[in-house]
Antibody, heavy 121, light 107 residues
Framework: EVQLVESGGGLVQPGGSLRLSCAASGFTFSSYSMNWVRQAPGKGLEWVSYISSSSSTIYYADSVKGRFTISRDNAKNSLYLQMNSLRAEDTAVYYC??????????????WGQGTLVTVSS | DIQMTQSPSSLSASVGDRVTITCRASQSISSYLNWYQQKPGKAPKLLIYAASSLQSGVPSRFSGSGSGTDFTLTISSLQPEDFATYYCQQSYSTSITFGQGTRLEIK
């Protein structure tokens, strides 16, 4: 059974940093691209970042570019999101999501339960 | 970025109704369009990928159609468990974007 478990969320002050982790199990982690998707309270879904299976290709949403860094450790079956210079508008539930085979496009087949990041003084 | 616009933003319907949700892209995205269902407090669930392909395990009452800029998600006969929020998502661009969501409520 595929499992994705996020951790590392919490309360942080504006300008602070936080590192999210996503522990993967039940599949060959090193074979799949991964993403972070967030959802502000009561709002819609926002894609944050993508990393290919070998870490050779990385993309970010404009809203986080230059502040967030995605990475992965295939030996540890783990995905990470380093978040720096946090702003109030980064407050959201952060989900890690595994891609599937969707006729050439990116689709998010498996999702974690999410971890809440709250940026507030 | 490619903008995805869903309509309506909210919808009231009854069990057994046929429901259609529309998603429009700001430019052509071919068939790189996926649909998700999200229930309160839960992660989204993939329903339809590549505009019209049903994800494994998803009931056949869900269907998708469209290409280019205009897409639809249809639920042929609403069931109680279908009341949720639905999102479209484009993967034509490396900057992935979602629609704003359509909240489907019980009438």
């Amino acid at each position: 059974e595929v499992q994705l478990v996020e951790s590392g969320g919490g309360l942080v002050q504006p300008g602070g940093s936080l590192r999210l982790s996503c522990a993967a199990s039940g599949f060959t982690f090193s074979s799949y691209s991964m993403n972070w998707v967030r959802q502000a309270p009561g709002k819609g879904l926002e894609w944050v970042s993508y990393i290919s299976s070998s870490s050779s290709t990385i993309y970010y949403a404009d809203s986080v570019k230059g502040r967030f860094t995605i990475s992965r450790d295939n030996a540890k079956n783990s995905l990470y999101l380093q978040m720096n210079s946090l702003r109030a508008e980064d407050t959201a539930v952060y989900y890690c999501a595994r891609e599937g085979y969707c006729s050439g496009g990116s689709c998010f087949v498996y999702w974690g339960q999410g971890t809440l990041v709250t940026v507030s003084s | 970025d490619i903008q995805m616009t869903q309509s309506p933003s909210s919808l009231s319907a009854s069990v057994g109704d046929r429901v259609t949700i529309t998603c429009r892209a700001s430019q052509s995205i071919s068939s790189y369009l996926n649909w998700y269902q999200q229930k309160p407090g839960k992660a989204p669930k993939l329903l339809i990928y590549a505009a019209s392909s049903l994800q494994s395990g998803v009931p056949s009452r869900f269907s998708g159609s469209g290409s280019g800029t205009d897409f639809t998600l249809t639920i042929s006969s609403l069931q109680p468990e279908d009341f949720a929020t639905y999102y479209c998502q484009q993967s034509y661009s490396t900057s992935i974007t979602f629609g704003q969501g359509t909240r489907l409520e019980i009438k």
